[in-house]
């Protein structure tokens, strides 16, 4: 909002670039944001050595890994 009133010193080009502040917002939080549980596949090494693949537990989601 700041920059569209500096830029065209109206409401009109506030109003612009208040949706794009929130526009920018709302695509650089979801992509920042962890996936829902379920979603996100990690890779864990069993006592034995193999490799499998299962679906993260929290210590993922909290960022314990």
Same mark, same amino acid.
């Given at each position: 909002a700041l920059v569209g009133q500096?830029? /065209? /010193?109206? @409401?009109?080009? @506030? &109003? *612009?670039? #208040? /949706?794009?502040? #929130? &526009?920018?917002? #709302?695509v650089v939080g979801s992509s920042t944001t962890p996936q829902r549980r379920g979603e996100q596949m990690c890779?864990?090494?069993?006592?034995r050595g193999r *490799?499998? @693949? #299962?679906p993260c537990d929290d210590r993922y989601y909290n960022g314990d890994y």
């Open positions: 500096a830029i /065209g /010193g109206n @409401t009109e080009s @506030t &109003l *612009i670039g #208040a /949706g794009a502040g #929130a &526009l920018l917002g #709302a890779r864990y090494q069993d006592r *490799i499998y @693949t #299962a």
